[in-house]
C-alpha cells in the first residue's frame, strides 16, 4: 500500500532532523543565555548622548525626542537577517495605523555596531521611507551612528543585551521594539519580528500619556540564527527546529497507523459482506 502524499512529507523531516544533529552552536551558551532584554520599564534613557545622525552631523539623542512618544529600534545597518525582520514587521504594523511617523510619534533606529557610518545609516532609511510611504515620516524616523561608549550606555540603559560572534562577525541580539516616553523614559517592550497594530497603537497612546506598562514573557529571537558561511545554527533555534520535527514524525506515524487500521477494518467489512 502507497500513499505518495506522505512520504513526499515525511522524508524531508527526516533529513532534517539528520542535518540538525551535525550543525553546531557560534556562541557558548553561556554567551547565548545573555542575549535578552532586561525589562528596564520607567528607565530614563540619557538624552545628552552623542550620536551622528544619517546626514553625518553630531547630535545628541535629545535632538530626536520632540513632545512625541519614540518607537526605538537597536539593531545594526549590515545585518544580514534578523534586524530587516524587525523593521519590515514594524512597518507593516504602522502601516495599518492612522497615527504616522513624524506627526503623531518618532522612530529612531540606532546602531549597535560602532563601525558603522552615516552613509549606511541614510541608504537604510530611505529603503524604509520608501517602503513605509508616508511623506511625513522623513522629519520623524531618524537613523543614529555613534561610538561604542554612546551605544553601550543607550543599551544598558533599556536593557538590550547582545554578544558580538567574532568568529561570524555578527552580533547576537534579541529582537523586538522598545516604546519610550516624550521624556524619554521606557514605557513598554514589544517582542518578537511581528507586531500587532493594534498593540503597538495602545503602546504609542500610553507612552504619549507618559504611562508605562509592565514586564511581560520574553521572546528571543538570535540575529545569526543561520550562518550561510559557516552553516550552523544558534541552540535554540536548532531546539525549536528539533521539537517540531519530532511532533511532526509524532503526528505523521499517528497518521499513519490511524490509516492503516481504517483500510484494514474497511477490507475486513468487505470480506465479511461478501461470505455466504
Known sequence: MSHPAVWVFLV???LLIARSLTFATPLPDSSLSTIRFDQKINSQVSLDLPFVDENGTPVALASCFHRKPVILVLGYY???????MV????VESLQEMKPSIGTDFDVLNV?????ETAKLAAAKKRTYLKRYGRSSASAGWHFLTGSEASITELTKEVGFNYVYDSDSKQYAHPSGLIVLTPQGKVSRYLFGIKFSATELNTALKEASAN???SPI???VLLCFHY???????GALI??????LAAATLVALAWLLVSMFRRERRTALSASSAASP
Request: proline fraction near 11%.
Open 217 to 219: 514573557q520574553q521572546l
Open 12 to 14: 524531508p523531516n527526516f
Open 211 to 213: 504611562r508605562t506598562g
Open 78 to 84: 549590515e545585518c544580514p537577517m534578523l534586524c530587516s
Open 87 to 90: 523593521l519590515n514587521g514594524m
Open 111 to 115: 546602531s549597535i555596531d560602532p563601525t
Open 238 to 243: 536548532m531546539m525549536i527546529v528539533r521539537s
Open 227 to 233: 550562518n550561510p558561511i559557516h552553516g550552523k545554527y
